[in-house]
Structures are given as structure tokens and as C-alpha cells.
């Protein structure tokens, strides 16, 4: 089982997540080398001063780099150690070193969180050998040594649990995102089915009447064009997004006129519902996004805009774009992420799928807004 165990981490890939560098690395690079230079400038009985001022500060850069290369930089941070430790030992000055070089840990934590298998084993077994020789070396006692091996450990568990929190929640978006694909997958499957028994009832009106009135052939075939030119646009689409080719039973969706049902009187809060623009003869697949875009919107205002007294949905068509809003005028609950949860996150992929945009957030005039804007036709 151990065996097991150390292949499945050995065989782990780097964390998917993982940003370059971001503009709080260069603040944390910047506060630690102004506090080992005030260590070192003010601390009484420092040993080796200004070599270890310049080590401790001349190694703070690495941290910018402790995403990205994090098997580099604890070799790089934790050799240094060793480096110091051996000199200390071989000069007969035990304790050399600035207190300011615990940020070092910050790397191990980078390694367990970012690094990959190969990459986490390695360099734990480096933190491991430099902690054994600067017990080795410098041993004061029991209670630093298992307070050092007790920090080093938090280091690490800190790294592990926010990489499974991080893993935990990309698969959970994984999968809304595949729901979707698959839920528009089917809807395209039902419209693509209509349109080819279009065609074939066009096909057979055509041949039936070329006989006896030979333009009802030629409106048959226009017919066909069209159906068939509609067909080829969703069955690429349904291509695209097609993940799951299992056999599912198709109900009828919700479209845009269903919307007027969440409208309400009721106060707290009153429900507005406006519809605005040729509205007939929607896409199956815009149409469902759209209704479930909304309900998706209300649910949330309803369930975190506090004090909220309106909320209004308001869908527009224009220019081939079909245009959906829906606002409330409650307070921004501070504990509402500023980016929306995984129903709107699947509607945002949907969306895409579709050729659309779609924005959740704070509204300039206050409350919450979700702007959602289609194309009327499939892209090809």
C-alpha cells in the first residue's frame, strides 16, 4: 500500500492553477529584504553580519520564482542552509544566521502546493537532509528540534490542503461544465432531429409533386436548402460540445415566454418581467439558455440580496442579438463571492458554447446585475 501510495504521488502532475507572478510576490520580496536589512542592521550579536545580511537578502528573489520552478528554489534555499550550517560548523560558530530566513518555508510550502509528484518527493528529501544536518550540526535541544520538524510539517500540510481545496473545486467546475455540454448537446441533438425529418417530409412532397406541378419541386428543394444549411450549423455545433453519448429522455425546456411566470406582485421583492423585440421563433438551444440564465439570476438575488424590494428581468432582442438583464436594487452581501457560483458558472459555458458573453456582478447604480447577450443564430 505504501509502494502504491508513492507511485500515485510520484506520478502526480504540477498543479493546473498555478499564476507566473503576481504583484504581492514582489511586495513579500520587497518586506523581507527591508526586515533582514533592519536585522541585520539592528539585532544585537549577529554572527558573520554582513555575509548573512547579504545571503538573507540576495536569496529573497527566489520567491519569485517559487511557483513556476519550486524544486529549483528549494534546492536553491535549503543548499544555502546547508551551505551556512557547514561553514558554521567547520568555523566553530554555531547559530549563524538571521531569523529572517524562516521565509524559506514559504518555499516549502510552494513545493507541495504547485510542485508536481517527481518534484514534491525530491525536494521534501532535500528539506529532509538539510533538517537533519542543521540538527546534526547545531542541536540545542528536544524542544527545537521537534518544534522545527513540527513547522516544517505545517509548511508542508498548509501546501497539501490547499492544493486538494484547489483540485477539488477545478473538478467540481469540470463537471458543471461538462453538464452543460452535455444538456446542450441533447437539446441540438432534438433540433437537429426536427430539421432532418423536415427534410425528409420536403423530399417526399417534391417527389410526389414533380410530376404535376414542377415549381412545387423547386419550393421543396429552396425548403431543403434552408433546413439543410440549418442542420449543418447545429450538428457542428452539437460536435463541438458532444462529451456524453448516452441515451437520456428529452423533455420540453422552458424558453423566453415561460419567463412571465416568475413574475410577482409579492413584496419583498417585487418581480418585473419585460420582454422587448420579436421573440418568436427562437433557437431551441438560445431559448432554454436564456430562461435558465434568468432563473439562475433571480434564485441568487432572492437568496443574498438583503433588503432587495425589486427585481427586474428584462430581455431584448436587436441587431440578431438577444439581450438579457436582470437586476436587483438590494445590498451587496460582503459574503457573496465576486465572481458567480457554479450554476452561473455553467451557464457562462453554455453561453460560450453558444457564441455569448456573460457578466455577473456589482451594478454601478447598486445591487447585483447579470448582463447576457446571444447571438439568434448558431455560429458556424
Not at 171 to 191: K, M, N, P, T, W
Not at 265 to 274: I, K
Request: net charge negative; with cysteine.
Amino acid at each position: 500500500m505504501f509502494t502504491t501510495g508513492l507511485r500515485s504521488l510520484w506520478d502526480e502532475p504540477r498543479a493546473a492553477d498555478a499564476p507566473e507572478r503576481v504583484w504581492l510576490d514582489r511586495v513579500l520580496v520587497g518586506v523581507v529584504m527591508v526586515a533582514a536589512l533592519l536585522e541585520g542592521t539592528l539585532r544585537e550579536e549577529v554572527t558573520w553580519r554582513p555575509v548573512m545580511t547579504i545571503v538573507t537578502v540576495g536569496l529573497a528573489p527566489v520567491l519569485l520564482w517559487r511557483r513556476t520552478h519550486p524544486l529549483v528554489c528549494v534546492v536553491v534555499g535549503f543548499g544555502t542552509g546547508m551551505a551556512l550550517g557547514l561553514a558554521s560548523w567547520l568555523g566553530g560558530t554555531p547559530g549563524v544566521g538571521l531569523d529572517t530566513m524562516i521565509y524559506i518555508l514559504v518555499l516549502v510550502y510552494s513545493l507541495v502546493r504547485w510542485g508536481s509528484g517527481r518534484q514534491i518527493v525530491i525536494g521534501l528529501l532535500v528539506v529532509a537532509v538539510a533538517a537533519v544536518f542543521s540538527f546534526a550540526t547545531d542541536y540545542t535541544g528536544p524542544a527545537e528540534l521537534f518544534g522545527g520538524l513540527a513547522v516544517l510539517a505545517a509548511a508542508a500540510a498548509g501546501g497539501a490542503a490547499f492544493r486538494y481545496r484547489a483540485e477539488s473545486r477545478r473538478r467540481a467546475l469540470d463537471q458543471v461544465r461538462s453538464q452543460e455540454r452535455v444538456g446542450l448537446a441533447r437539446e441540438l441533438h432534438d433540433s437537429v432531429a426536427h430539421h432532418v425529418s423536415a427534410i425528409t417530409l420536403q423530399a417526399q412532397a417534391g417527389m410526389t409533386m414533380a410530376a404535376k406541378r414542377p415549381e412545387a419541386a423547386l419550393e421543396a428543394l429552396a425548403i431543403i436548402e434552408g433546413e439543410a444549411s440549418r442542420t449543418l450549423a447545429e450538428m457542428r455545433a452539437m460536435v463541438r460540445v458532444l462529451r456524453d453519448g448516452a441515451p437520456a429522455e428529452y423533455d420540453p425546456q422552458p424558453g423566453v415566454a415561460d419567463l412571465v411566470f416568475l413574475a410577482r406582485r409579492e413584496p419583498d421583492p417585487v418581480v418585473d418581467v419585460e420582454l422587448a423585440g420579436d421573440l418568436a421563433g427562437l433557437r431551441p438551444q438560445v431559448d432554454a439558455a436564456v430562461y435558465r440564465m434568468a432563473q439562475e439570476a433571480l434564485t441568487n438575488a432572492l437568496r443574498h440580496a438583503r433588503n432587495a424590494s425589486r427585481v427586474e428581468i428584462r430581455v431584448v432582442e436587436g441587431a440578431g442579438r438577444l439581450r438579457l438583464r436582470v437586476t436587483d436594487d438590494g445590498q451587496i452581501d460582503p459574503a457573496r463571492p465576486a465572481t458567480h457560483g457554479f450554476g452561473l458558472l455553467g451557464m457562462t459555458e453554455r453561453v460560450q458554447l453558444l457564441g455569448g458573453t456573460l457578466r455577473a456582478g456589482p451594478a454601478p447604480e447598486g445591487g447585483w446585475a447579470v448582463d447576457a447577450e446571444l447571438p439568434m443564430e448558431l455560429p458556424l
